[in-house]
T-cell receptor
Framework: GQQLNQSPQSMFIQEGEDVSMNCTSSSIFNTWLWYKQDPGEGPVLLIALYKAGELTSNGRLTAQFGITRKDSFLNISASIPSDVGIYFCAGLDSSNTGKLIFGQGTTLQVKP | KAGVTQTPRYLIKTRGQQVTLSCSPISGHRSVSWYQQTPGQGLQFLFEYFSETQRNKGNFPGRFSGRQFSNSRSEMNVSTLELGDSALYLC??????????????FGPGTRLTVL
């Protein structure tokens, strides 16, 4: 079945540093989404990618949809303490009927 | 617009009982998807409803079921609860204006604990 491999599993960085995480898949996805989840809450949408090669920014966040539609990365620049959380990539199943395939998540900790 | 709402936020049940969770999507959104999140398995797709019809279903046993009402609100039901059903249950809504569900917005989830 379709799977997403997300890396790294966890990161511990200093405030102000840049962060990069990525997802790869053996399957093609038409839509890639990046979410952030705080403990006990639902995932919050950060960036949505719809076109191969698309590069999209949202404040300090930048994400790109790979040309092959099999990978995506998320960069966070100048990290701040509130960036702490779990980041998930998700690909929309090819049926386009609401089935998101999620990566395992990247846990980010930021040291002030 | 108000976001996705889920009720209740927390629930404690015992094995063998059944439970019903509710989700109200963002106004105007016609698609509702449900996910189960556990530390061991991560986020896994349960099913998706669009215009009161189930369009897609994940690999969960028949004890897990759902429905969607004409106002797009959705419920999911789990019968004969097992300890392994303890999880955060999340619903997500999408506008699906052309019938294609893409960007999904999640609710805060219902934390179910089975004792």
């Amino acid at each position: 079945g379709q799977q997403l491999n997300q890396s790294p599993q966890s990161m511990f960085i200093q405030e102000g540093e840049d962060v990069s995480m990525n997802c790869t898949s053996s399957s093609i996805f038409n839509t890639w989404l990046w979410y952030k989840q705080d403990p006990g809450e639902g995932p919050v949408l950060l960036i949505a990618l719809y076109k191969a090669g698309e590069l999209t920014s949202n404040g300090r966040l930048t994400a790109q949809f790979g040309i092959t539609r099999k990978d995506s990365f998320l960069n966070i620049s100048a990290s701040i303490p509130s960036d702490v959380g779990i980041y998930f990539c998700a690909g929309l199943d090819s049926s386009n009927t609401g089935k998101l395939i999620f990566g395992q998540g990247t846990t980010l900790q930021v040291k002030p | 617009k108000a976001g996705v709402t889920q009720t209740p936020r927390y629930l404690i049940k015992t094995r063998g009982q059944q439970v019903t969770l509710s989700c109200s999507p963002i106004s105007g959104h016609r698609s509702v998807s449900w996910y189960q999140q556990t530390p061991g398995q991560g986020l896994q797709f349960l099913f998706e409803y669009f215009s009161e019809t189930q369009r897609n279903k994940g690999n969960f046993p028949g004890r897990f079921s759902g429905r969607q009402f004409s106002n797009s609100r959705s419920e999911m039901n789990v019968s004969t609860l097992e300890l392994g059903d303890s999880a955060l249950y999340l619903c997500a809504s999408s506008s699906s204006t052309s019938g294609i569900t893409d960007t999904q917005y999640f609710g805060p989830g219902t934390r179910l604990t089975v004792l």
